[in-house]
């Protein structure tokens, strides 16, 4: 086993997100028991303003 390419094929074996229970991504992460899409277990909903692209924003367009 190498460090390149050859052990990228172990990394299908164990999954570190499974599905969440809110969102349905595959972005939960089984250890952490949190999940990385909507952030699950917390009541919020996890939200970035950087997630939306600045269209029109401040009546500017791009
Ligand atoms: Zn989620």
Do not use: D, V
């Amino acid at each position: 086993m190498t460090k390149g390419t050859t052990s990228r094929g172990k990394h299908t074996a164990h999954r570190t997100h499974m599905q969440c229970r809110r969102c349905g991504n595959r972005s939960y992460h089984k250890r952490k028991q949190r999940c990385a899409y909507c952030g699950f277990p917390s009541a919020k909903l996890r939200r970035f303003s950087w997630q939306r692209k600045n269209f029109n924003h401040r009546r500017r367009i791009h």
